[in-house]
């Protein structure tokens, strides 16, 4: 591919992720969103300079885009990035890969067949706090990293009603907003979590899922984890992780910064935010780079920071976690 060529990309879904990733696309040197998909013609309105379709199927016929952004619901994640590849597009793929293994498994098999890319979307690998943190790890900072805990709350309220139906979100919070925990940790630990066991609660009854949530974990270069998740209409929207090792401990308040403690001292702090960003603000801090990053791969033809495989492992563990809470038992996980 050349390095000049003006890539043209696609949305399909433009929720409030989707409107977000046209934002982070236009931004990007090089790329031009042509088009815009979703199902619903009132949201199409709002795109009047950019060729608009209801169908996707449609619009990656016409259009041909070389990248698509997939933010569509999590059950339409297969067939619409299998329908993508197989219009000779590359793919930059919302969280969770899918509701079930088996469409999971469909995407990384579809995706390696190439010729195009598949990127999953896990913002934090691009959020600062978790860049600085992800290097402190990498340059041993903390020693042996040995116990980690990561915490998410979020309000529940305005979610669009499909995040509270178990066939199309595949679960609630564990593998809506779990899924970031999971990923995250496994990527600042460096390895793959090898025994699951965890509790769920289901707290609101206008939601057929799980709403709150807690998960223990075992990886595979000895560490113990744990994870905590909670919707409830009053929460703010926070997430902060702990990891403690040999020699010192890190923690990450998401989307405000990060620090760093060796004998009881905090020896690095950051901050990176301005106090008062909403909500979609903060999410493009994560979602510019990280866009940046899928443009640059498809430029180079490389591999994704984060791939379909990658992004299969994790969804591994969070249907672990369901399997563990209903069963009441630890479920054990081959390690990768
Ligand atoms: N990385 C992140 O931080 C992050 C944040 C939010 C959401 N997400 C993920 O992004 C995806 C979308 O989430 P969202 O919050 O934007 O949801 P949303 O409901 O706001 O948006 C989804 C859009 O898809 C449209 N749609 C539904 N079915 C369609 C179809 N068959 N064809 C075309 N359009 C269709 C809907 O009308 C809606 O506008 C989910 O998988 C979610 O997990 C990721």
Redesign the pocket.
């Known amino acids: 591919m050349s390095r000049k060529a003006t890539l043209r990309a696609a949305v ?8 977000l990733h046209r934002h982070a696309l236009a931004d990007c040197p090089g790329v031009q969103v042509v088009a815009v ?4 013609p009132e ?1 199409l309105a709002h795109y009047s300079g950019l060729a608009t379709y ?3 199927q449609e619009l990656l016929k016409r259009e041909k885009p070389v990248l698509v952004s997939v ?4 059950y ?2 297969a067939e ?1 990035t299998i329908a993508a590849l197989d219009a000779g597009a590359n793919v930059l793929l ?3 890969i899918a509701t079930t293994l088996k469409d999971a498994d469909a995407i990384v098999q579809r995706s390696a067949r190439g010729p195009g890319l598949v990127m999953v ?3 934090h690998h691009f959020y600062p706090e978790t860049v600085q943190a992800h290097q402190w790890m990498s340059e041993g900072r903390i020693g042996r990293p040995l116990l980690c805990r990561d915490y998410a709350a979020f309000s529940n309220t305005g ?2 009603g ?2 509270g139906q178990p066939e199309l ?1 595949g679960g609630g919070i564990v593998i ?1 907003n779990g ?2 925990l999971v990923d995250r940790l496994c990527w600042l630990l460096n390895s793959s979590v090898v025994e699951v066991s965890g509790c769920v609660l289901r707290v609101d009854p206008a939601f057929q899922v799980e709403d709150n949530a807690i998960g223990q974990f075992r990886f595979a270069n000895g560490a113990l984890g744990q994870a905590l998740l909670s919707w409830l209409p009053q929460n703010p929207n926070t997430a902060t992780l702990e990891i403690y090792g040999t020699q010192g401990r890190l923690v990450v308040h998401s989307w405000q910064g990060a620090s760093l403690e060796q004998a009881g001292k905090t020896i690095e702090q950051a901050r990176y935010y301005q106090p008062g960003l909403s909500l979609a603000e903060v ?1 493009l801090v ?2 510019r780079p990280e866009v940046q990053a899928f443009v640059d791969c498809v430029r180079r033809h490389s591999t994704p920071p984060i791939t379909a495989q990658t992004a299969r492992d994790t969804l591994a563990v969070l249907l672990a976690w369901y399997q563990a809470a209903k069963e009441q038992t630890t479920v054990q996980l081959r390690s990768r």
């Open positions: 399909l879904g433009m929720g409030f992720i989707g409107e998909n979703d199902c619903r949201v209801t169908s996707y933010c569509l619901p999590t339409l994640h619409a919302e969280k969770p979307g896990m913002t979610l669009p499909w995040y979100a809506t899924v970031h999410t994560g979602l």
